[in-house]
Every structure is written in structure tokens, then in C-alpha cells.
């Protein structure tokens, strides 16, 4: 993974060095995880909302294998390197890491941060890695989605438009 001027794009050893670093200062670190395939409002919000919990916010990336499994073989639409340094240029954003598994469950358990925040679609109990950030004495917490802001909806969005626009006999 290439870094950025900031160096705020980690492998997992860097991202457990950084996170301790912050918590040994008396920082209170927020994590939050995805695939911020074609970053959007929505993902803008969210992140937003949840660096509000704590002085640090740390990502958890989904890798492009990872993203397959989970979403299909016609996505991620961007690659992790652009995903990526796409997050690590928000202000928000103090790391970015990357994992490989189908959950960060691992990742989290390993950086231990002090508070976990996901979408409000998701139940606190169905979050990866709650347990244990529970039981460290950490919070897990839900911030609002914004309507209609989806990565899904741009691509349906997307491929009516080009549908739409198609002269007649011709494929978008």
C-alpha cells in the first residue's frame, strides 16, 4: 500500500503502534470499519459522526478480496490503493488500515480502541468485534445513515442513466 505525505495509511502493526501511542497520551480512539467503494456524502456523514466520539478516528479498510466476498465480483468498483488514500485525505481521518477477512473482528480485538461505530443498520450485538470492545470497558455505538447516500444507489443510478442514454440498437 503506498503512504501519503501524512503517513496515515498503516499496515496492521503500524495501526496497533499508532493506536497504543494515541491511548498512552490519554487520546480516546474511535474505530470504524467498511469499503467505502466510491466515496460518498454518506460515507462524509458517518465518519463525521463518528470521530464527534473520541479524539482519533481509525479505519479499518476492507480489502479488494475481501469486498468480493462480500459484495460480488463486479465490485469494488475501486481499488483498496484509491479507497484508501481517498479516506486518508479526509480530515476526520487520522489511519487507515486494511484487512483481509470477511470481518474486522480480528482487527479490532488486536487494536482494542476505545470506542466502535457503525451505521445504525446495523445491531449493536451483530457488530464485529463489539464483544470485545465491551468487555475491554470500551463503548460500541450507532451513528444515523443518510437517506438515499449509497454506494448501491449511485451504481443503480449510474447504469439507469447510461441505460437511458443509449441511442437505439446501441449497449451502454
Not at 469499503?35 to 479498510?61: M, P, Q, T
Not at 481499488?79 to 476526520?92: G, N, T, Y
Request: hydrophobic residues 40%; contains cysteine.
Amino acid at each position: 500500500m503506498k503512504r501519503n505525505e501524512e503517513n496515515k495509511l498503516l499496515n496492521q502493526t503500524e495501526a496497533l503502534r499508532k493506536v497504543q501511542a494515541w491511548q498512552a497520551a490519554g487520546e480516546k480512539v474511535v474505530f470504524s470499519n467498511g469499503c467505502f467503494d466510491i466515496l460518498h456524502a454518506g460515507h462524509a456523514s458517518y465518519l463525521a459522526a463518528a470521530k464527534k466520539f473520541g479524539d482519533r478516528l481509525i479505519i479499518g479498510l476492507n480489502s479488494d478480496a475481501s469486498v468480493r466476498r462480500l459484495k460480488g465480483p463486479n465490485r469494488p468498483i475501486c481499488c483498496e490503493a484509491d479507497r484508501a488514500l481517498l479516506l486518508s485525505a479526509l480530515q476526520m481521518v487520522d489511519a487507515v488500515t486494511l484487512f483481509d477477512e470477511d470481518t474486522p473482528e480480528q482487527l479490532i480485538t488486536t487494536l482494542m480502541p476505545d470506542v466502535l461505530v457503525k451505521g445504525a443498520d446495523w445491531a449493536i450485538e451483530q457488530i464485529a468485534g463489539a464483544r470485545a470492545v465491551l468487555e475491554g470497558g470500551g463503548e460500541v455505538l450507532t451513528v444515523p445513515l443518510v437517506e438515499g447516500r449509497s454506494t448501491s444507489t449511485i451504481i443503480d443510478t449510474i447504469l439507469q442513466l447510461y441505460r437511458q442514454s443509449a441511442l437505439p440498437g446501441e449497449t451502454p
